[in-house]
Every structure is written in structure tokens, then in C-alpha cells.
């Protein structure tokens, strides 16, 4: 699986775009970008994905560059309870022994907000 | 509301037991999977089942036993051989089967000490 690069921590202010680059400049053809979050003591937290289409729902918009070497994940008015964990994990979408929908989360981005 | 049910939150076990968390989801969904989550450190998968009756061992199976009996079930038992079980035990599921780049949903979770 392709590894990803992500900065250790990021700030933003209350009500302003968060904006969380990814690095995965080994990442494959048939390789997805899961964007996950984590706040302490829960369950991760699935907040959307794509293959190199920009992609956009109710939490987050995906941007994902041409080369797909790289991508950012835009949180358009962050909140307070935004603050969390952040993984941009990339996945084969081929079956093949035990990597078959296993997720393999990195250290990922502490994003706090503030007010 | 949809989703996917773990219990009991917190659980804890006397050496030399076997303990069995339960893993719920009315989701319809048919993949279904375990992961463990140590202290500062990404998810390890322990087992997966793609379809009903049907179940794969991850990369840390050894210790650990599951069942899927029920398309909505898929219970965890952390037996006496595993012998470091004090951990946040997260279960998740997926729709598609075959279609593997549907993203995982994840329950709160269980975590599990050693008295």
C-alpha cells in the first residue's frame, strides 16, 4: 500500500477553513484516498473519499491534485468540535491476501481549533 | 439511526480468561472487521469476514478467535493465548463485498484492561 505523508499538527480559528494536506506521491492506479478523523477515545471517524475526481459532501470537500500525487482535505467553517485527529490513508481497491480491506492509519494531523 | 453498536465500552479481565466483545450493526452491510488500537499508534487489523460464515485472518490473529453467524454480528473473543490484550478494540463494516473501495463505518469501541 502507498504510504502517506501528513503534517504532525495544524491550528486553525474557529469559523475559518481548515485546509489538511496529504502527501502519497507513491500512490497507484487503483489506490483510493480515505480521509478519516479521531477524537480521543472514539471510534475513527470515515468523512469522505475519492480515486482523482475532487470530491465534495456535507463535512468536507476532497481536493486531489492531476498527478494524484498529492491531495487536501478542506473543512470549509471549522468548529470546536472539529478538533481531532486526521488520517489520509490510501487503499488498493484489488482483494490479495491480508491486505484486503485492511485501513492503515499513520500518525496523522492533530488539527486544534480555536476560538 | 443506522450504525454500528460495541459493547461493552470498557471490560475487564482477569489473566487466564477468555472474554468476548460484541460487535452489532443494522447497517446491512455485508464486510465486517476488527482492529486493535494501542496507545499513540495507527489500527491493526485482527480478523475480517467478507460474506456470512466466512471469516480471514488479519495480520495479529494469533490469540484471538471470531465468529459470523449473522450478517449483522460479529463477536470478538480474546482468549488466554493472547498475551498482551490491553487495548482499545474498534469494529467496523463495509458495503459492497467485492466493491472494496466503499469506505469502513467504525463502532466507539471496547477497551479492555488487564486486572
Known amino acids: 500500500d502507498a504510504k502517506t505523508t501528513q503534517p504532525p499538527s495544524m491550528d486553525c480559528a474557529e469559523g475559518r477553513a481548515a485546509n489538511l494536506p496529504c502527501n502519497h506521491s507513491?500512490?497507484?492506479?487503483?489506490?483510493?484516498v480515505y480521509w478519516y478523523r479521531q477524537i480521543h477515545s472514539q471510534g475513527p471517524q470515515y468523512i469522505i473519499h475519492?480515486?482523482?475526481n475532487n470530491e465534495t459532501n456535507e463535512m468536507a470537500s476532497l481536493i486531489i491534485t492531476e498527478d494524484r500525487k498529492s491531495s487536501t482535505l478542506i473543512l470549509p467553517h471549522a468548529t470546536l468540535r472539529d478538533t481531532a485527529v486526521y488520517y489520509c490513508?490510501?487503499?488498493?481497491?484489488?482483494?490479495?491476501?491480508?491486505?484486503?480491506?485492511?485501513?492503515?492509519f499513520g500518525q496523522g494531523t492533530i488539527l486544534t481549533v480555536h476560538p | 439511526d443506522g450504525g454500528i453498536t460495541q459493547s461493552p465500552k470498557y471490560l475487564f479481565r482477569k489473566e487466564g480468561q477468555n472474554v468476548t466483545l460484541s460487535c452489532e450493526q443494522n447497517?446491512?452491510?455485508?464486510?465486517m472487521y476488527w482492529y486493535r488500537q494501542d496507545p499513540g499508534q495507527g489500527l491493526r487489523l485482527i480478523y475480517y469476514?467478507?460474506?456470512?460464515?466466512?471469516?480471514q485472518k488479519g495480520d495479529i490473529a494469533e490469540g484471538y478467535s471470531v465468529s459470523r453467524e449473522k450478517k449483522e454480528s460479529f463477536p470478538l473473543t480474546v482468549t488466554s493465548a493472547q498475551k498482551n490484550p490491553t487495548a482499545f478494540y474498534l469494529c467496523?463494516?463495509?458495503?459492497?463485498?467485492?466493491?472494496?473501495?466503499?469506505?469502513?463505518?467504525f463502532g466507539d469501541g471496547t477497551r479492555l484492561s488487564i486486572l
Open positions: 507513491t500512490i497507484s492506479g487503483n489506490e483510493y
Open positions: 469476514s467478507q460474506i456470512v460464515n466466512d471469516f
Open positions: 490513508i490510501v487503499r488498493p481497491t484489488n482483494a490479495g491476501g491480508t491486505s484486503y480491506g485492511k485501513l492503515t
Open positions: 467496523a463494516s463495509s458495503s459492497g463485498g467485492q466493491v472494496l473501495h466503499q469506505p469502513q463505518h
Open positions: 475519492g480515486l482523482k
Open positions: 447497517l446491512n452491510h455485508d464486510a
